[in-house]
């Protein structure tokens, strides 16, 4: 089935719950306490295993191992999700990465905290696929958008939460203490998950197709992604996630610019919470407008801002333009992320739901090893701002192929023929 027709059958389904029924608020419920944990671990992690390792470079090193299993859990977990339901699937993100997160609270060597690392960081690969496709299953065309603004608001709302609770518990206990709060987060979602949400998983035809063996075993079929659709996809997530997936380039090295050029610490700190600050009022707005114009329209808006703001840092001077630049990232950030994940989400086929978007995920992750270092390594002899000039030209070119790929419809273009 194509993606246009896809779209109107699912444009036609009903009896799906609206996404502020009784119903979708154990969802949300979970994506907030999932970020709750998020926040609380963006502060303790790096502290924890500084005070285990002692160099900078073994901080990052934990970052690294953290990001790596993402990247091939991502595409396992969902062809999981697809065979055995979503939700077994999201309670295994939370036991492997709450649990790895728990552990670390107690150990004292950093070899067996960086091991720990790459089950937590493939727990959230797991989690993140099986959670994204329950979302993709509990929402339809005409109001995904909104769907995943409201799940990204739920979260940065806990992320913004996490740090402060972590601050609390540390000074009460310790950093360790911290941890082992994060794990208990996860037995919340898991609570939540099992008794509160219903298994949305489409339930596979039990009849094969002429022709073709039943499966028993576990397969993971690269032909939905040999399409053009997919790879204008991937194109736009490789170019979106050098600067956003994860902590991400802009966040990485913004600071040390804004350094660079005289702000303190301080005024970097209130620059970078008006980008969140702006990233939590426009959501929901940019998540309409989704589902209204379409997403093509607005991811290209997206990324046309979000280069904009990297051409912004060759005049960084003061706290001004400073903080114009860190509101313009802000609202690129929120438009093309907001608007990549809804897309996705659309071109994800029903059966196949979990692999695609796992898979997906794998290029979100890719970009967010490859940015910072892309960054870093043009930095080293042309500057900072240079390196963003050239990710800037990174995203522009990934607008135009967006631009020019007739394979790629708008919303408004899936309800009629399917581009050619």
């Not at 309409?288 to 991811?299: H, S, T, Y």
Request: hydrophobic share 50%; proline share 5%.
């Amino acid at each position: 089935m194509g993606y246009a027709e896809r779209m109107n059958e699912e444009r036609e389904t009903e009896g799906q719950p609206g996404l502020l029924s009784r119903e979708a608020l154990p969802v949300f419920s979970a994506f907030f306490l999932w970020g709750f944990g998020t926040g609380a671990l963006w502060m303790a992690r790096p502290l924890l295993a500084f005070d285990l390792g002692g160099t900078f470079f073994l901080v990052g090193l934990v970052s690294a191992f953290s990001a790596a299993p993402r990247i091939v859990g991502g595409p396992l977990a969902g062809a999981l999700a697809d065979r055995l339901g979503r939700r077994p699937i999201v309670v295994a993100g939370c036991v492997l990465h709450g649990g790895a997160a728990a552990m670390q609270g107690f150990t004292d060597s950093y070899t067996v905290f960086l091991m720990l690392e790459l089950i937590s960081g493939f727990g959230v690969a797991v989690w993140v696929t099986g959670s994204a496709a329950l979302l993709a299953d509990f929402t339809r065309v005409t109001n995904r958008g909104r769907g995943v603004a409201l799940r990204n608001t739920s979260m940065r709302l806990g992320i913004l939460a996490g740090p402060a609770a972590a601050g609390v518990i540390a000074t009460a206990f310790d950093i360790g203490a911290v941890m082992v709060f994060i794990g208990v987060t996860k037995i919340f979602i898991i609570v939540i998950t099992w008794l509160l949400i219903r298994e949305t998983r489409h339930a596979p035809s039990p009849v094969p197709e002429p022709g073709e063996r039943p499966r028993r075993r576990l397969r993971l079929d690269v032909s939905i992604f040999r399409t053009r659709n997919f790879l204008t996809l991937s194109v736009v997530t490789l170019a979106i996630g050098l600067v956003t997936a994860g902590p991400g380039a802009f966040r990485t090295y913004f600071p040390v610019q804004a350094e660079e050029v005289g702000l303190s610490v301080v005024e970097i700190g209130t620059a970078i919470g008006l980008s969140g600050l702006i990233a939590m009022l426009i959501s929901m707005p940019v998540g309409a407008v989704v589902d209204w114009w379409g997403r093509k329209p607005v991811l290209l808006l997206g990324l046309v801002t979000m280069a904009g703001s990297m051409f912004l840092l060759f005049g960084m001077e003061g706290l001004l333009i400073a903080l114009i630049v860190a509101g313009v990232f802000g609202i690129g950030e929120v438009v093309g992320m907001n608007t990549l994940q809804t897309y996705a989400m659309d071109l994800a086929p029903e059966e196949k739901r979990g692999y695609f978007l796992g898979t997906w995920q794998g290029t979100v992750n890719v970009g967010q090893l490859g940015g910072p270092l892309l960054v870093g390594a043009i930095a080293a002899p042309l500057g900072i701002p240079a390196a963003f000039g050239i990710i800037g030209v990174v995203l522009l070119c990934a607008a135009a192929f967006l631009v020019v790929s007739r394979t790629t419809p708008s919303l408004s273009q899936a309800e009629g023929t399917p581009a050619s």
